[in-house]
């Protein structure tokens, strides 16, 4: 005989029959974490190229200084390398840079022989210093 089929939610333990609204709190300081955590990974255009915020706030400063053409003929050098959004090496030689806006927490590599900042004595003594507190292999 076959077992007669029972209505929705009747007479059976439905896993959502006794439901009630689940209470927790995120830890104080997670949210903020979070947020951070986006902003910094995400990404934007320079020029057709996605880059993180940083690369890209260094990448428009450097722009200020010397104009996109030439910010544009630096990336697409052979040497220099953007990773994953993340200016990872930087080959910035023979310009006309005279200084350095604040560098990417990602960079690895720097070569800025053959610029006016390579001939400032005070230029060069703040970007070695800078380089060695961060293990930035340094060109100069």
Do not use: W
């Not at 900042?117 to 230029?123: D, G, K, Q, T, Y």
């Amino acid at each position: 005989m076959p077992i007669p089929r029972q209505q929705s939610g009747e007479g059976r333990n439905s896993f959502l029959s006794g439901r009630q609204d689940l209470d927790f709190k995120v830890p104080e300081g997670v949210v903020d974490i979070v947020k951070q955590e986006t902003e910094k990974n995400k990404k934007e255009m320079y020029e057709g190229y996605e880059v993180s915020k940083e690369t890209y706030d260094f990448l428009e400063s450097l722009e200020e200084q010397i104009g996109e053409n030439k910010v544009l003929k630096i990336i697409n050098r052979r040497f220099t390398l953007i990773e994953n959004g993340d200016l990872v090496k930087l080959y910035c030689y023979d310009t006309q840079i005279t200084s350095l806006p604040e560098l990417p927490a990602s960079l690895q590599k720097l070569d800025c022989s053959h610029t006016p900042l390579s001939r400032n004595p005070e230029e060069k003594d703040k970007l070695k210093k800078y380089c060695k507190e961060h293990n930035i292999i340094l060109s100069i």
